[in-house]
């Protein structure tokens, strides 16, 4: 009972006593400079305009300079526009198995109260001298990465894959199998036909019981698609907070980064390289920093990122920028898809910096051995495939010609019942 008296209480503590009430004094280039609230509101707080929403981008003498969530189409000079405060939400424990929007709105037809506490949603990473070491591997359900791509937790990873590789079918086998308390989904801009699929179908039953998805699909304004993949770390914080491991996955980094360049440009930014703004780099950075491990006493976030990479382009910038703050990245590629291997990893190009740490030497070895195979298959694949390849010209390419089927075959296994231990044991046979 106590609970239900907390959440109604934070439903009525969040109705404000003042409304603070500024005007529309200019519409230009789908932004709006409001008077009035010009000593009141901070660079970042929420308005409301009737039935839409926007944010500050600008303060000045001459007033704030606010970014709608939708068109201004309809909007008129003098019309009111209500200051309704910092960009916060309110998690709890009974949004467990619920799809929300960004400011914590059920989306599912069902009430959901907000929690006691409302947290913001852009806060700082735990210190940094603070933090525990990443430890404790963690079962995947999937053998590769229970084996040469060790997750444990507190790690961070990136997932790089272009559309239509299988990877949300890859995050959702993370959501029902992972070994973790409570599961995070945010899902950044994707198409709004895909998410009851998504949560009903390729997620499920098993894998909603322990998730909260958050979503703001494509259709919905830069601000809100921004503010998803903010929100669902808020999310995760509040679970680690309480000292429980969570499993957090966001899809993608590249749609946040793009809202965020919608709304940088908006606000005056100046472009810059490939069209993104320079403090694209922070906002990534920044929010990757909050996920890891957490401070003694509390849980961890052990975090999955995925990047939508064109063409496999790895040097893009919001790639790059990701890349160089993760503990570790995963590649996906379109011919493997193609040739019918899901999940589709090109492991030579993907790397776990949990490695070898992870892992004892046995298992190091094992792994060590089984990337020299696949390396030596990957150089000789073309003479191979050509027949221009003879048997005995390279002990090593003839070691690889006979263990890559099963070796190939393997990245495509979900884990035994065993889980670890039972998948090393399946790559040892595929190497013997």
């Not at 098993?206 to 669902?232: F, H, N």
Request: hydrophobic residues 45%.
């Amino acid at each position: 009972m106590a609970g239900i008296f907390d959440a109604l209480r934070a439903e009525v503590a969040q109705v404000p006593v003042v409304t603070r009430i500024g005007r529309v004094a200019e519409l230009a280039r789908g932004t709006l400079r409001v008077t009035g609230l010009e000593r009141a509101a901070l660079l970042g707080d929420r308005v409301e305009i009737g039935a839409m929403g926007g944010e500050v981008l600008r303060l000045g003498p001459d007033g704030a300079v606010v970014l709608p969530d939708w068109s201004a189409e309809g909007l008129a000079i003098e019309a009111e526009v209500e200051l309704t405060g910092p960009a916060e939400i309110a998690p709890d424990d009974g949004w467990i198995g619920r799809i929300v929007d960004p400011y914590g709105r059920p989306l599912d037809g069902r009430p959901l109260l907000r929690g006691p506490n409302a947290r913001p949603l852009r806060a700082p990473a735990p210190m940094a001298a603070t933090r525990k070491r990443m430890e404790g591997r963690m079962e995947t359900g999937v053998a590769v990465f229970d084996t040469m791509l060790p997750l444990v937790r507190g790690q961070r990873i990136g997932l790089f894959a272009g559309s239509g590789v299988g990877k949300s079918s890859l995050l959702a086998k993370f959501a029902r199998r992972v070994a973790a308390d409570v599961v995070v989904i945010g899902l950044v801009g994707e198409r709004g036909r895909e998410l009851r699929e998504f949560t009903e179908k390729v997620l499920g039953p098993e894998g909603m019981a322990r998730s909260v998805v958050v979503t703001a699909t494509s259709d919905r304004s830069a601000l809100e698609r921004r503010r998803c993949a903010w929100a669902a770390m808020a999310v995760a914080e509040h679970f680690r907070d309480q000292g429980r491991q969570v499993l957090l996955l966001i899809d993608s980094i590249t749609r946040f980064a793009d809202a965020h360049r919608e709304v940088a440009l908006a606000g005056g930014e100046e472009a810059a390289l490939r069209g993104y703004p320079p403090s694209v780099a922070h906002q990534i950075m920044a929010l990757a920093e909050r996920a890891g491990p957490g401070p003694e006493g509390a849980g961890d976030i052990t975090a999955i990122f995925s990047v939508l990479v064109a063409g496999s382009d790895m040097e893009e910038p919001v790639a790059d920028v990701l890349r160089g703050v993760l503990d570790g990245h995963v590649v996906m590629d379109r011919r493997i898809a193609e040739r019918g291997r899901f999940p589709a990893i090109d492991l030579l190009r993907s790397v776990s910096r949990s490695l070898p740490d992870a892992a004892t030497t046995e298992e190091n070895a094992l792994i060590a051995e089984a990337r020299k195979l696949l390396g030596a298959w990957d150089r000789a694949e073309m003479m191979i495939q050509a027949g221009l390849y003879v048997k005995g010209s390279d002990p090593l390419v003839d070691a690889a010609i006979r263990v890559w089927p099963s070796l190939d075959g393997f990245l495509a296994e979900d884990a035994p019942i065993d889980g670890i231990a039972g998948s090393f044991r399946r790559l040892r046979t595929c190497l013997a």
